[in-house]
């Protein structure tokens, strides 16, 4: 037999992550960290398991069985082996309760968990990150008879008790546009509100409960009309309530999940709170889901390069490895500088957020949290795409081949930038969330980090930047579209200059312990620029979104 390539093989995830070793050992106290550790190693066990048996058996997908064998209507869905082992995952590792702990590090210890085990669940951190928010919006509606009957569940370290809940915004007139809903909600002649309608998009239908947008009957049209209600999808003896499922989607990627359109024929409800303003009732979930999306999207940015840099030591290609060719070498470099800085951001983003939770934020945090959230999803979210992308071109046609693994990582990546908002909804949000106060709460967050840390050509280059942003959104303060145009840039340009101010304090930490790894993707962040305002003609857009020959004219043909 001929050459027979070597296969990457997957590094156990959490010994040999270097970049989640440092931030940790930063980040928390050495006590915390200790108690910690014996969860991440075995959540780096089941990653490395779960790699393994992809490669070993057959790719599964979840199967709706509408009907049983004697005209039962069912809607039984047979699950991946991944999705039925999520339970006991999530309960023996806390990865829910453990975010929800009376202590300041809460999510930190958190989402270090999701970001080992995210790429592993096959998604299941999808639900996974709606029974969270759904955990959070409850105990910020001030519901207690709601937050005392689904809490428990939510987060319950015995998987017996275990609950998912669903988020069902999306309808079919309607995406990021809510203000479209046309379920309705109605009272029955026992006080009993009940729902009407369709969802579209359900992806956690196989969850025990579920927070729900739906116009109560009567109500006006509107967004400020939308009512939130908590639901529980099964009775007492497991059947549907009054919800039949009418198929799965067939999707690009995120195949393993379970995502369904469903009809609601007088589903029990409740409402969390007031009849109107549902969807300012549900921002609190949306905050915790987005923080989810982001935390999982580097996990597939570091899984990606971690395969790739591991080919790179087993492939030989004109005389040599790939590793020791300088232009692959160089390839490799950009990918982890790129993705050091998500995840500082993203990381960043994780620790305000459990601030803000305990009561312990700076007086300028909660906004800072309400402008870096939305950034730092949309941001690791496009970049996901393209870091997936790249790394799987470094195994060449291999890389295209089902088999090996690789494609999916790439289909997979497509959803961060769309779940919970695409790029320029996230962008426009972020214009939404400058308030008052405008750009200071980002101006003092980067004085803070690089207040005695780093060196004068880091910190120009970042105040250089950030002034230009600042310049922008001043000319452009009494043109809104010229400002809804250049959102995205602006968006990506602030996500970058956090993130290099986040390298500069990581790279000087590690400094100080004798790793210049941090300083090198630091010195190539940087050097990949930070500037991605972009501020064409208004009357370009206009000419060059369309495409329809202008009247009078004619196409020139080729000679």
Same mark, same amino acid.
Request: glycine residues 8%.
């Given at each position: 037999?001929?050459?027979?390539?070597?296969?990457?093989?997957?590094?156990?995830?959490?010994?040999?992550?270097?970049?989640?070793?440092?931030?940790?050992?930063?980040? +928390?106290?050495?006590?915390?960290?200790?108690?910690?550790?014996?969860?991440?190693?075995?959540?780096?066990?089941?990653? !490395?398991?779960?790699?393994?048996?992809?490669?070993?058996?057959?790719?599964?997908?979840?199967?709706?069985?509408?009907?049983?064998?004697?005209?039962?209507? =069912?809607?039984?869905?047979? /699950?991946?082996?991944?999705?039925?082992?999520?339970?006991?995952? !999530?309960?023996?590792?806390?990865? /829910?309760?453990?975010?929800?702990?009376?202590?300041?590090?809460?999510?930190?210890?958190?989402?270090?968990? =999701?970001?080992?085990?995210?790429?592993?669940?096959?998604?299941?951190?999808?639900?996974?990150?709606?029974?969270?928010?759904?955990?959070?919006?409850?105990?910020?509606?001030?519901?207690?008879?709601?937050?005392?009957?689904?809490?428990?569940?939510?987060?319950?370290?015995?998987?017996?008790?275990?609950?998912?809940?669903?988020?069902?915004? !999306?309808?079919?007139?309607?995406?990021?546009?809510?203000?479209?809903?046309?379920?309705?909600?109605?009272?029955?002649? #026992?006080?009993?509100?009940? +729902?009407?309608?369709?969802?579209?998009?359900?992806?956690?239908?196989? %969850?025990?409960?579920?927070?729900?947008?739906?116009?109560?009957?009567?109500? %006006?049209?509107?967004?400020?009309?939308?009512?939130?209600?908590?639901?529980?999808?099964?009775?007492?003896?497991?059947?549907?309530?009054?919800?039949?499922?009418?198929?799965?989607?067939?999707?690009?990627?995120?195949?393993?999940?379970? !995502?369904?359109?469903?009809?609601?024929?007088?589903?029990?409800?409740?409402?969390?709170?007031?009849?109107?303003?549902?969807?300012?009732?549900?921002?609190?979930?949306?905050?915790?889901?987005?923080?989810?999306?982001?935390?999982?999207?580097?996990?597939?940015?570091?899984?990606?390069?971690?395969?790739?840099?591991?080919?790179?030591?087993?492939?030989?290609?004109?005389?040599?490895?790939?590793?020791?060719?300088?232009?692959?070498?160089?390839?490799?470099?950009? /990918?982890?500088?790129?993705?050091?800085?998500?995840?500082?951001?993203?990381?960043?983003?994780?620790?305000?957020?459990?601030?803000?939770?305990?009561?312990?934020?700076?007086? #300028?945090?909660?906004?800072?949290?309400?402008?870096?959230?939305?950034?730092?999803?949309?941001?690791?979210?496009?970049?996901?795409?393209?870091?997936?992308?790249?790394?799987?071109?470094?195994?060449?046609?291999?890389?295209?081949?089902?088999?090996?693994?690789?494609?999916?990582?790439?289909?997979?990546?497509?959803?961060?930038?769309?779940?919970?908002?695409?790029?320029?909804?996230?962008?426009?949000?972020?214009?939404?969330?400058?308030?008052?106060?405008? +750009?200071?709460?980002?101006?003092?967050?980067?004085?803070?980090? +690089?207040?005695?840390?780093?060196?004068?050509?880091?910190?120009?280059?970042?105040?250089?930047?950030?002034?230009?942003?600042?310049?922008?959104?001043?000319?452009?303060?009494?043109?809104?579209? %010229?400002?809804?145009?250049?959102?995205?840039?602006?968006?990506?340009?602030?996500?970058? =200059?956090?993130?290099?101010?986040?390298?500069?304090?990581?790279?000087?930490?590690?400094?100080?312990?004798?790793?210049?790894?941090?300083?090198?993707?630091?010195?190539?962040?940087?050097?990949?620029?930070?500037?991605?305002? =972009?501020?064409?003609?208004?009357?370009?857009?206009?000419?060059?979104? %369309?495409?329809?020959?202008?009247?009078?004219?004619?196409?020139?043909?080729?000679?």
């Amino acid at each position: 037999m001929g050459f027979l390539q070597d296969a990457p093989k997957l590094a156990h995830t959490y010994r040999n992550d270097r970049v989640l070793h440092a931030y940790l050992g930063r980040a +928390l106290p050495g006590d915390r960290f200790d108690a910690l550790e014996p969860d991440l190693d075995a959540l780096g066990d089941y990653a !490395t398991m779960a790699w393994h048996r992809r490669e070993m058996t057959p790719r599964t997908e979840p199967v709706l069985t509408q009907w049983d064998a004697w005209g039962r209507r =069912v809607d039984r869905i047979a /699950l991946t082996p991944a999705w039925e082992e999520g339970p006991g995952i !999530t309960t023996r590792h806390g990865l /829910l309760a453990a975010g929800h702990a009376d202590s300041p590090y809460a999510r930190i210890e958190q989402f270090a968990r =999701v970001y080992l085990y995210h790429v592993a669940s096959e998604f299941y951190t999808c639900p996974l990150a709606m029974t969270d928010g759904a955990a959070t919006a409850l105990k910020a509606s001030g519901n207690r008879a709601l937050t005392e009957r689904a809490l428990p569940h939510f987060l319950s370290r015995d998987p017996a008790d275990f609950w998912l809940s669903g988020q069902w915004m !999306t309808e079919t007139r309607g995406g990021s546009d809510v203000a479209n809903t046309e379920t309705i909600a109605r009272l029955d002649d #026992h006080g009993q509100w009940r +729902l009407y309608g369709r969802k579209w998009f359900s992806s956690a239908v196989i %969850g025990e409960a579920a927070l729900a947008l739906a116009r109560p009957e009567g109500a %006006g049209p509107g967004t400020s009309a939308l009512a939130l209600f908590y639901v529980e999808t099964k009775d007492e003896r497991g059947a549907w309530r009054d919800i039949t499922i009418d198929r799965l989607k067939h999707k690009l990627g995120t195949r393993e999940l379970p !995502t369904a359109e469903i009809h609601l024929h007088g589903l029990p409800a409740t409402p969390v709170g007031p009849l109107d303003h549902g969807v300012r009732q549900i921002t609190p979930m949306l905050n915790v889901t987005r923080t989810w999306n982001a935390v999982c999207a580097i996990a597939s940015m570091s899984r990606a390069i971690a395969l790739a840099r591991d080919y790179a030591t087993k492939r030989s290609a004109f005389g040599a490895r790939l590793i020791d060719q300088p232009l692959h070498a160089r390839t490799l470099a950009d /990918l982890q500088a790129e993705f050091e800085g998500a995840f500082a951001l993203t990381f960043f983003v994780v620790e305000l957020h459990g601030r803000v939770e305990q009561g312990l934020a700076a007086a #300028h945090e909660p906004a800072l949290l309400r402008l870096l959230t939305p950034l730092a999803k949309l941001w690791t979210g496009k970049m996901a795409v393209r870091i997936t992308s790249e790394a799987i071109e470094c195994f060449g046609g291999a890389g295209y081949i089902e088999d090996t693994g690789l494609p999916q990582l790439l289909r997979d990546a497509q959803i961060y930038s769309i779940w919970e908002g695409t790029t320029n909804v996230l962008s426009l949000d972020t214009l939404r969330a400058l308030g008052p106060a405008g +750009l200071q709460p980002v101006r003092a967050a980067i004085e803070q980090l +690089l207040d005695n840390h780093g060196t004068g050509q880091e910190r120009a280059a970042i105040d250089e930047t950030f002034d230009n942003v600042e310049r922008l959104l001043t000319s452009l303060h009494n043109d809104r579209a %010229g400002m809804e145009a250049c959102a995205r840039g602006v968006a990506f340009t602030l996500s970058r =200059v956090m993130a290099a101010a986040l390298l500069v304090r990581a790279a000087r930490w590690a400094a100080e312990h004798g790793d210049p790894r941090p300083a090198a993707a630091c010195r190539r962040f940087l050097a990949h620029g930070l500037d991605r305002l =972009v501020v064409p003609e208004g009357t370009d857009d206009a000419m060059l979104a %369309g495409d329809r020959v202008a009247s009078g004219q004619r196409v020139a043909k080729a000679l």
